[in-house]
């Protein structure tokens, strides 16, 4: 470290003639003590008082100040030997004003200047130097690069010791300086940490190092302006379902067993066509019984007629009249086992093309048919959202299995009954498609998007957030 102090006279004209015959003081061991001295407190004045006055005992300063910045001024916080009330006037704002022209000018400044210092404004250190009469010299405290405070210290014309040069008590301040302000900074109020904090960003932004987060903080405000400001179309998402818009259900006519199935899912009918046929082999045979018996009692009813016997041809025209009966139920009930469909269509539901041999029952739904054009979708809106939906709205739906072609829909109807979906309550509303159906079938599934207004995104967040949290507040019993 360089030891640029040297003991002197006092010439008789007042002015300091360094001399090399005299001691100087050990930096480095100033540098230690005065550290342990800053460190032996936890709070920051009992530090700063300790170290000014640790300077001033090994320098043999009159006077060591020290001085930090707020907001853009420097104000002294620690005076040598307790001196802090006995300089506060005049005294005190000079040093203050000493302190702030070393940080403005960003280097050590002393009076009387040495021959290799630079040229300097040293308006305020000739101001102060004026009530000692000795050497005033000043030195800023940095940390990080930025000039946080100054340290003063002052020789009065009596002193044995005089500075030769500022690079000393720079190193010593660059050194323990940091300690001091970390000590501060520990003792900080929330709101100053923020202030300060929002200080640092201030003066980071306004350098050249802060170009970059200009930018993005200038695009963040846009975006957020934008957001405030901008209305957007807001939509309500919901599952939606595509079914036909008349279903027709084809049920078994009688009590049998599937003995053909014609049909699957997907598969197009007409009108009349035979999809399902159910086992007919004991109808057949049924009616090949009553048709003997017919055929036996028309016989024994002309043998009668022919022997004008009037009682038992009366008789074999009742048990004839049965007979024809039965074999008309009997061919009937044949006639029902080739179950038609009842309209033109598609088959939505029933794949039973595996349950051949199957018993099924009198009115139990095999098949279900809708019509091949007239399509409604079904949305399961969410509980939360169906109050935003009404009749006439706008919606879009997707399909998952033709996910690049969009669907455009028209509200046509809520229904005021809730159902459980996935765990969640959801509504049913009825759509309308308003373009083509081609190519569509029902029993497809997708997305649906209802528009429900146009308003800014951050609002309409605001807005869902509120919701939230006011169902929350009032659960948690608020």
């Not at 005190?92 to 040495?114: F, H, K, N, R, T």
């Not at 090949?288 to 022919?306: F, G, I």
Request: glycine share 8%; charged share 25%; with cysteine.
């Amino acid at each position: 470290m360089d030891l640029a102090i040297a003991t002197r006279p006092k010439s008789p004209a007042g002015q300091a003639s360094p001399r090399a015959d005299g001691a100087a003081p050990d930096f480095a061991a100033l540098a230690l003590k005065a550290q342990a001295a800053a460190l032996a407190h936890e709070r920051f004045q009992p530090a700063a008082m300790a170290f000014v006055t640790e300077v001033a005992l090994s320098l043999g300063c009159d006077r060591v100040s020290l001085g930090v910045m707020e907001n853009g001024l420097i104000r002294v916080v620690a005076v040598s030997h307790g001196g802090e009330t006995e300089f506060a006037g005049v005294v005190g704002g000079d040093i203050a004003d000493a302190m702030d022209e070393a940080v403005q000018q960003g280097c050590g400044l002393q009076l009387p200047e040495s021959p290799q210092a630079r040229p300097s404004i040293l308006t305020a250190h000739r101001r102060l130097r004026s009530h000692l009469g000795g050497v005033v010299q000043t030195v800023p405290l940095r940390v990080r690069g930025d000039r946080v405070g100054a340290v003063c210290c002052e020789w009065s014309e009596a002193s044995s010791i005089t500075p030769l040069t500022t690079r000393p008590m720079e190193n010593l301040v660059d050194l323990i300086g940091p300690v001091l302000w970390l000590t501060r900074l520990q003792e900080r109020s929330w709101w100053q940490r923020l202030r300060d904090s929002a200080a640092h960003a201030d003066k980071h932004l306004a350098s050249e190092d802060g170009k970059g987060v200009r930018w993005l903080v200038a695009l963040a405000s846009g975006l957020l302006l934008a957001g405030v400001l901008v209305p957007v179309e807001q939509h309500v998402s919901a599952h939606s379902r595509l079914e036909g818009s008349i279903e027709r259900a084809v049920v078994a006519p009688i009590e049998g067993f599937i003995e053909t199935v014609r049909v699957r899912p997907g598969d197009e009918v007409r009108a009349d066509q035979v999809v399902i046929e159910l086992a007919a082999q004991d109808l057949r045979l049924e009616a090949q019984r009553w048709e003997s018996e017919l055929a036996q009692h028309e016989s024994a009813y002309m043998a009668s007629l022919a022997r004008s016997e009037r009682s038992e041809m009366m008789v074999s025209m009742s048990r004839a009249e049965e007979a024809r009966a039965r074999l008309g139920l009997a061919r009937r009930m044949l006639d029902r086992t080739r179950i038609v469909a009842g309209m033109d269509g598609v088959v939505i539901a029933g794949d039973i093309g595996q349950l051949q041999g199957a018993p099924v029952s009198r009115g139990e739904v095999l098949l279900t048919i809708a019509p091949a054009g007239g399509y409604r979708v079904v949305l399961e809106v969410d509980e939360r959202d169906v109050g935003r939906v009404v009749v006439g709205q706008a919606a879009t739906m997707v399909l998952s299995a033709d996910p690049d072609r969009r669907h455009p829909l028209r509200i046509e109807r809520l229904t005021p009954m809730a159902t459980i979906s996935e765990g969640s309550n959801v509504f049913r509303v009825e759509a309308e498609l308003v373009a083509d159906a081609n190519g569509l079938r029902p029993g497809l599934q997708g997305i649906a998007r209802v528009a429900v207004g146009r308003e800014p995104v951050l609002v309409a967040g605001w807005r869902w957030l509120a919701d939230r949290l006011g169902m929350l507040w009032w659960r948690w019993g608020a």
